[in-house]
């Protein structure tokens, strides 16, 4: 086990290595054995930005990629393209992350946890980026529950509205966390992070690649309004832990919280208070909920009603998953209100 303590530094290249084209996600580390920037030329000289398998298991933009590069082949692309490999040890194991590895979407500029190493590897990729004149960033993302595919922002910009659209008409703007890669670049161009489903479906990834293709054909991203009817948008409000002391599952069995096993089909609807989540064996409250501005305000979103886990207003989640890991490594949702954009 002692492979996961090797710090990570940053390589970067401007080729594409043989074999990264057609290796699997699980067998990236042999040709690129840690995190790695690439650098591809392109017509228009302005790169896109993308970053994929930040999380190991969230193998959408990383498949995306290899056909979207097998599509141009030898052809110049249209536009040039810097691509972060980011978590290729989790992506060997198909995990979110290691046990006792830092997240790495939580670590970019921005972070609560500046100082460490992984921090100082995402502030190189920053500002290796920074140098070029950026058209756009894109990180690609999958999540584990049922969950329609979906843009997020960090910025209330035109252009920030205008390039989710390409990929969605379900747009959430967010605050937290804290460390993101797309609120880090929002601070350089206009940015994006993409939920692409569930990993290892081809209509997730044939998505991906058409959005990203877009992406290296488009010359401008408008800077008006995006038309109202074009866009459902939301705010994420508040984010729902599970205490670390709580044990739980989604079965009956002896633990602290046993919690509804088709809890992922509430994600993005609107869920009305009084709707129950689960059952608390021993009445305390199980879950955390943070806001924003990272107050803690699980008293304002739910109740313990005689053991059962009772949502105490109408909110829309977002992320919610049946992944028990997931739960413990990330949260157990998000909780978001429509918006005007
Ligand atoms: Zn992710």
């Not at 393209?81 to 989790?90: M, T």
């Not at 992506?91 to 609560?112: H, I, K, M, S």
């Not at 922002?153 to 390409?166: E, G, M, S, T, Y």
Request: with cysteine; charged share 20%.
């Amino acid at each position: 086990m002692g492979a996961y303590l090797t710090l990570p530094s940053l390589t970067q290249i401007d080729y594409l290595p043989d074999g990264l084209l057609s290796v699997s996600p699980s067998d990236l580390y042999r040709v690129l054995p840690q995190p790695t920037l690439v650098h591809l030329p392109g017509r228009d000289e302005r790169p896109l930005f993308v970053s994929v398998l930040q999380h190991g298991n969230e193998t959408t933009g990383f498949l995306a990629l290899q056909q979207l590069l097998k599509k141009y082949g030898q052809r110049e692309l249209p536009r040039a393209l810097s691509i972060f490999f980011g978590n290729i040890e989790a992506a060997r194991r198909g995990l979110r992350r290691l046990d006792g590895q830092v997240d790495y979407n939580r670590v970019w500029p921005g972070t609560e946890t500046p100082d460490l190493p992984e921090a100082h590897m995402m502030q190189a990729v920053v500002a290796e980026m920074a140098r070029r004149d950026l058209f756009a960033s894109v990180d690609v993302h999958n999540n584990t529950g049922m969950n329609p595919h979906y843009a997020c922002i960090n910025k209330l910009d035109h252009r920030f509205f205008q390039l989710a659209v390409l990929f969605s008409r379900l747009v959430v703007f967010f605050t937290r966390p804290k460390g993101v890669q797309s609120a880090a670049f929002a601070q350089l161009c206009p940015a994006v992070t993409l939920e692409c489903g569930k990993s290892g479906q081809a209509h997730g990834v044939e998505h991906a690649l058409e959005f990203l293709d877009g992406c290296l054909h488009i010359s401008e991203l408008a800077d008006h309004p995006v038309p109202a009817h074009d866009i459902d948008f939301f705010r994420s409000v508040a984010q729902v832990y599970l205490r670390d002391e709580v044990t739980f599952s989604f079965r009956n069995d002896r633990v602290d919280l046993v919690l509804d096993d088709d809890l992922d089909h509430m994600n993005f609807t609107e869920i009305p208070a009084g709707t129950e989540w689960g059952s608390s064996c021993n009445g305390a409250m199980p879950l955390r909920v943070v806001d924003a501005a990272g107050r803690d305000v699980t008293d304002e979103y739910f109740a313990i009603d005689q053991q059962r886990l009772i949502l105490t207003r109408k909110v829309m989640p977002s992320s919610l998953t049946l992944d028990e890991r997931i739960i413990r490594q990330d949260c157990l949702c998000y909780l978001m209100e429509r918006a005007s954009p």
